[in-house]
């Protein structure tokens, strides 16, 4: 039987490379090859690119009501194979079925949805100069816009960026990671499906450096939003800003969770486990180092090692697995060397810290226990760094300034969360803390309507909402005389 090929979707059909060429896509839970991806280069940039640019006056011009019809149409298609979609997530992720089937399908669906309605509902800005003119704000499509995601969360994120981008009237080229790839090319053909136009979304496979690269240096390429490492988005900048195209950069983080003394115990305990280890960690909000007040702290310790032993790490497809495999071999010997780091540090090992051989179809995954660490100090690699796994460190604080100025202290502004029973010490904090996000007494609870990002090196720009939409789209003010 011939293995499948995951093949670039432009000009409104699937086609392969210029090149002819395939890297291997593999099955993180049973290590083993199960499908071809299409290696883009520059040929293919530059294909994708003319017939965006054929594309692009059609698309802008259409009304708000046909873009938001088309997308709807698209949404719909998503639904009708939900279940589909999550498989084929959790399979070429590693990631858990059951958080495929309730987090990562659903939030793609809702993303498309929220964008196609939001543009119906769009107002603009006005300004009366004394009584000598109108001022208006028009906004108008960027142009050619390049979204590129990250492996974590494939549709999710790949979503996230695409719809504001097209809701906005704007034509796209899109670039999956080469680590994930299967659900941008399941979405390609329910492009195709719905009726999208021919070159208004463009769907590139391959390697970063080759076809990302092309795709962001292309002197037509005027907005581009990406997701992933800092040290990427660096590279991205440095291509970019010469050009004066518009950035969007969502980067890594390295997030606090504070945890005072005087919150909800049995609470805290459950939600802090769920920050620290979903999607085997492997989420840019993931609250790896864990700040707890020392008047709980033994008594926290305990019971978070306690509740993260229920975890039960296993077969993806299973649906008692919490934790399911690390997305590639390479970021598993990654994520252990961060544990030989951790002990060389002086780190003291709480629970896990090794990888899991299983037995039968998953005998070859990529699995890793998950992994507590304490008595490191602040400044160590392992609470500077972004690791990106299912590893964390506990510290302890005395007081609330000892424990925000120990959160602040990396290069990282992502997100946080704090849990506290005293609104007064939630308010401090939250305004204290150089983040971009910060959570009190919840995690990842996320309304569309809200600006995402982080300062410092945790990125540039904010996604979402009206931020995401603004984004693409230049302002126009408009002066009339009466």
Request: proline fraction near 4%; glycine fraction near 8%; hydrophobic fraction near 40%.
């Amino acid at each position: 039987m011939e293995m499948e090929k995951i093949t670039n979707y432009i000009e409104g059909k699937l086609q392969a490379s210029v090149s002819s060429t395939w890297i291997e896509n593999i099955n993180p839970s049973t290590g083993k090859v199960y499908s071809l991806i299409t290696r883009s280069n520059q040929d293919d940039v530059e294909i994708a690119i003319n017939a965006a640019k054929e594309a692009q006056a059609g698309w802008a011009n259409k009304t708000v009501q046909e873009r938001s019809d088309l997308m709807l149409r698209l949404a719909k298609l998503m639904e009708r194979d939900l279940e589909k979609l999550a498989l084929a997530e959790s399979i070429d992720n590693g990631k858990p079925l059951q958080v495929a089937l309730s987090v990562d399908i659903p939030r793609a669906i809702s993303n498309i949805n929220f964008f196609a309605t939001s543009i119906l509902h769009s107002s603009g800005e006005s300004h009366q100069t004394d009584n000598l003119a109108l001022n208006y704000t028009l906004r108008q499509p960027v142009g050619i816009c390049v979204c590129i995601s990250p492996w974590n969360l494939p549709l999710y994120l790949f979503t996230w960026k695409i719809a504001p981008a097209l809701a906005a009237g704007n034509v796209v080229l899109a670039k999956p990671s080469e680590v994930t790839p299967m659900t941008a090319f399941l979405f390609s053909k329910l492009c195709i499906e719905a009726g999208f136009p021919a070159g208004v979304l463009n769907i590139l496979h391959g390697l970063g450096n080759e076809v990302g690269a092309a795709m962001v240096a292309h002197p037509l390429v005027k907005a581009i939003s990406f997701t992933g490492g800092t040290t990427t988005g660096a590279a991205i900048a440095k291509v970019a800003a010469p050009q004066f195209k518009k950035l969007s950069l969502e980067l890594g983080g390295k997030n606090p969770t504070l945890v005072f003394n005087d919150c909800s115990f049995d609470k805290t305990v459950s939600e802090v486990a769920r920050a620290a280890f979903s999607n085997q960690g492997q989420i840019c909000l993931c609250g790896s180092r864990i700040l707890i007040q020392d008047g709980i702290y033994e008594q926290f310790k305990a019971a978070f090692i306690e509740k993260v032993k229920t975890l039960k790490v296993g077969n993806p497809l299973d649906k008692e697995s919490n934790i399911g495999a690390i997305v590639s071999e390479p970021h598993l010997l990654k994520v252990l060397s961060y544990v030989e780091l951790a002990k060389s540090e002086g780190g003291k090992l709480l629970l896990g810290g090794n990888r899991i051989h299983f037995q039968g179809e998953v005998e070859n995954g990529y699995f890793i226990e998950p992994t507590i660490f304490e008595k490191l100090a602040n400044n160590s690699r392992v609470n500077q760094e972004e690791i990106f796994g299912p590893v964390v460190t506990l510290q302890s604080f005395k007081s609330t300034e000892e424990a925000i100025s120990l959160a602040n202290n990396t290069q990282y502004g992502l997100a946080a969360s704090v849990w506290t029973e005293n609104i007064t010490t939630a308010q401090h904090v939250a305004k204290t803390l150089q983040m971009g996000i910060v959570w009190v007494n919840c995690w990842m609870l996320r309304d569309l309507r809200t600006p995402f990002g982080g300062v410092k090196s945790s990125g540039v720009g904010r996604e979402g909402g009206w931020e995401a939409l603004k984004f693409f789209t230049e302002a126009k003010n408009v002066c009339i005389k009466y």
